[in-house]
């Protein structure tokens, strides 16, 4: 049963984030073990978090723009697709999606 997997992973990870919240790998692992449950407000959070803590962490600031459009927080998702493009390297996939994405919503 993925759900009781995705739980349980859930678990394992707040639980890492206690013991270590300075970790942007566990609050990135946390984010998408969220919002595969279904978690998505908790998930934008963490994506948060693991990009405070790591600048390099564009897959963060991915998973939280496209997490933030999840939950329609259009705001929240424009401000973190602008980051990408301005930030990431021209050559960057996730530079590529956030310029694509600001293309379309204007």
Sequence with gaps: NKRAV???LVAEYRARAVSDPKDPEVRFALGVFQSRFGDNLNAVENFEKAWALDHERFDALF???VT???L?????ARKAY?????LAAS????RKAAENWLERNR
């Design 63 to 65: 998973n939280l723009a």
């Design 72 to 76: 329609k927080d259009l705001p929240r």
């Design 6 to 8: 995705y739980r349980q």
């Design 68 to 70: 933030a459009e999840t």
């Design 82 to 86: 602008k980051l990408l493009a301005s």
């Design 91 to 94: 050559d960057n996939a996730f």
